[in-house]
């Protein structure tokens, strides 16, 4: 019996793994930051001229006042909300200055069909949850319900710009310094040096998951089939093993004296005794478990630009 509990341990903790694995490549993961930093493209609904127009304008805008106006765009937040992803993803970068908090982040989901806006800490009350929420009313929505998100990103994005103007009394200019290709080629070709490392190093991580999985699934597989012989094996044991032992018949004692002396009479004895006895058992177990994965990717070109280390505490305002 020993055995049989060691591997049911067994196949419990190994079931359990499975089930955390599986519950974390359920979650949408949080992207790195490429080269270009302001524009995250990885449902693919940013042109080229636009992203240049947002980093453009991100460099003018951080050269002043430190301000970062970071434009997301994923496929899916996984089993994150969106408020989560994006308050995530905000910190994970650092958006904005590191001691003016001033950092902004429009996130859109594609799949969820949903977009969230979050401010720096140092925004709270400059530009409040309230107001982000009629900018994104005003500027976002009407374009993003007819599904043209390039032309709801850049008037939410104008808008944000002139909020920063009027906080900081600045002038934020279209800078030349920073161009996105303007061919297929080399778009592509610029993408594959940006992200070379990042996938070698994801595709590498992908197939040491995969041969884990692999064997940890043909492991659980062995050790439930070794689980259905023990059992069978079990009930067939405890079934021949069933025996019942029944006493022998009743006998009498004959007195062993060969006469009886006059006027005395011997009585016979008698003595009867029996037993009997039977036991039957056995057990069943057993155990099963499973797991899923998935990841993509996004958009890499341009200078290098990094966020400036601000934070948010959450809020912001979104579509729902």
């Not at 020993?2 to 490549?25: P, Q, T």
């Not at 041969?211 to 492991?219: C, D, L, P, Y």
């Not at 037993?275 to 069943?284: E, Y």
Request: with cysteine; proline share 2%; charged share 15%.
């Amino acid at each position: 019996m020993k055995h049989v509990r060691f591997i049911c341990l067994f196949c419990a903790l190994s079931s359990l793994l499975l089930l955390i694995c599986g519950c974390s490549s359920g979650k949408a993961k949080i992207p790195e930051p490429d080269d270009v930093f302001y524009v995250y493209d990885e449902a693919g609904i940013i042109d080229d001229e636009l992203k240049n127009y947002i980093v453009s304008k991100n460099v003018s805008l951080c050269e002043q006042c430190g301000g970062q106006i970071v434009v997301a765009a994923v496929k899916t937040t996984g089993s994150k909300s969106i408020e989560k992803y994006a308050y995530e993803l905000f910190n994970d970068w650092g958006i904005g200055d590191s001691e003016k908090n001033n950092g902004m982040l429009l996130l859109i989901s594609v799949e969820e069909d949903d977009y969230w806006a979050l401010q720096g800490k140092g925004l709270e009350k400059l530009i409040q949850s309230g107001t982000l929420k009629l900018m994104l009313n005003d500027h976002l929505e009407p374009f993003f319900a007819k599904k043209q998100y390039g032309e709801g990103i850049r008037m939410f994005f104008d808008a944000l710009v002139d909020r920063y103007e009027q906080i900081y009394s600045i002038t934020v200019t279209q800078s030349g310094t920073v161009s996105v290709p303007s061919t297929p080629e080399q778009t592509e070709t610029q993408q594959q040096t940006g992200t070379s490392f990042f996938s070698l190093v994801k595709s590498f991580i992908a197939f040491i998951a995969f041969i884990i999985v692999t064997f940890t699934v043909i492991v659980m597989i062995v050790i439930a089939a070794i689980i259905v012989f023990i059992i069978i094996a079990s009930l067939i044991s405890a079934g021949s093993s069933t025996a019942s032992f029944h006493a022998a018949a009743p006998r009498t004692v004959i007195n062993p004296y060969s006469f009886k002396p006059s006027g005395t009479t011997f009585h016979t004895s008698g003595r009867t005794g029996g037993f009997s006895s039977g036991r039957t058992g056995g057990f069943s177990s057993g155990r099963t478990g499973g797991f899923s994965s998935g990841r993509s990717g996004g958009f890499s070109s341009g200078g290098h630009h990094s966020g400036g280390g601000g934070g948010s505490r959450g809020g912001g305002a979104g579509r729902r």
